[in-house]
T-cell receptor
Framework: SQQGEEDPQALSIQEGENATMNCSYKTSINNLQWYRQNSGRGLVHLILIRSNEREKHSGRLRVTLDTSKKSSSLLITASRAADTASYFCALSGSARQLTFGSGTQLTVLP | EAGVVQSPRYKIIEKKQPVAFWCNPISGHNTLYWYLQNLGQGPELLIRYENEEAVDDSQLPKDRFSAERLKGVDSTLKIQPAELGDSAVYLC??????????????FGPGTRLTVL
């Protein structure tokens, strides 16, 4: 099964700035999901975008999906120190399972 | 609503010893997953259950790993014997019955295994 590749691997920003992380993949998908993982914790689902959707919002989160470029981006606006975590994209394809990338480690400095 | 419960949270064993992890999914979730997560990596699926049936166990190292979900609710993942390379976090997740598109998964806090 395919795996998404997140970019960058690590990102450090100041509180209040926006954070953008990207996910690229190689084959077709049914949907793409973003998860957050705080240190030592399990993953928390953030947002799901279907293959026929181009953009989705949830609070301070904005996700885009470009199936022609096989890429997605997650934008966190007005970041807070509490947003410090690892962010993973997860691909859902025909196998009815999720395949996770290796994640982007976001650090928001107060 | 209670989330996915896993125990123990931490386990330290010596190599060649057996170890077992337990997971209780969210009530009503028919699908249960076991993942392995190495440091700095994303979770990798080991096995997926639909009720009590293992429908995807292609990534489970069957020579030493086994899993069961006898009543279609809670599940146990076992390693026997453990090797040094098994040190990782073992995550359990659950979701409502999968559709063709894949559903949101709810994760437990994980069990951090250290094999000495």
């Amino acid at each position: 099964s395919q795996q998404g590749e997140e970019d960058p691997q690590a990102l450090s920003i100041q509180e209040g700035e926006n954070a953008t992380m990207n996910c690229s993949y190689k084959t077709s998908i049914n949907n793409l999901q973003w998860y957050r993982q705080n240190s030592g914790r399990g993953l928390v689902h953030l947002i799901l975008i279907r293959s026929n959707e181009r953009e989705k919002h949830s609070g301070r989160l904005r996700v885009t999906l470009d199936t022609s470029k096989k890429s997605s981006s997650l934008l966190i606006t007005a970041s807070r120190a509490a947003d410090t975590a690892s962010y993973f994209c997860a691909l859902s394809g025909s196998a009815r399972q999720l395949t996770f990338g290796s994640g982007t480690q976001l650090t928001v400095l107060p | 609503e209670a989330g996915v419960v896993q125990s123990p949270r931490y386990k330290i064993i010596e190599k060649k010893q057996p170890v077992a992890f337990w997971c209780n999914p969210i009530s009503g979730h028919n699908t249960l997953y076991w993942y392995l997560q190495n440091l700095g990596q994303g979770p990798e699926l080991l096995i997926r259950y639909e009720n009590e049936e293992a429908v995807d166990d292609s990534q489970l190292p069957k020579d030493r790993f086994s899993a069961e979900r006898l009543k279609g609710v809670d599940s146990t993942l076992k390693i026997q014997p453990a090797e040094l390379g098994d040190s990782a976090v073992y995550l359990c997740a659950s979701s409502e019955t999968t559709t063709s598109g894949g559903n949101e998964q709810f994760f437990g806090p994980g069990t951090r295994l250290t094999v000495l």
